[in-house]
């Protein structure tokens, strides 16, 4: 009886440890003005305008905040960063970022050239410099 009771009581204390871990909420999802902050300026108002819809940790689209998201970009690894921060260049290049599906609704948020090379010489400048901090 005694093995009864002690099973009963450990098993109701771990249901009661599981839901509380169950319950705690995430992280607080940063506003983009807050995120705005971990960027220069120029490169803040490009993300905000056309980059944070979609890969922030309030966006809807999953595969987007999955790919990239800049909720979580000071908790990303400097190799991370840095393989982020090419692809960020690269695709906005070659006009893979926005997507076409996303400007066909918000024609606005296209970037301009002149927006890619900000974005481009800002990756190879925030590149250059989180590798010498490593060493």
Known sequence: MKKLALFCIFGTACICMF??????PET??????????????????????????????????ADAKKELNFS?????????????????CETTSKE???PQKFLNKFPHKKLSDEQVSVLCNWVKTESQNLVKGLH
């Open 19 to 24: 839901t509380a871990i169950a319950q705690t």
């Open 28 to 61: 607080p999802v940063k506003n983009n003005r807050e995120l705005a902050k971990l960027f220069p300026s120029n490169v803040a108002t490009i993300l905000e305008n056309s980059c944070f819809q979609c890969h922030t940790g309030a966006s809807r689209n």
């Open 96 to 98: 893979e970022m926005p």
């Open 72 to 88: 979580e970009w000071d908790k990303y690894s400097v190799i991370k960063k840095v393989g982020k921060l090419k692809e960020i």
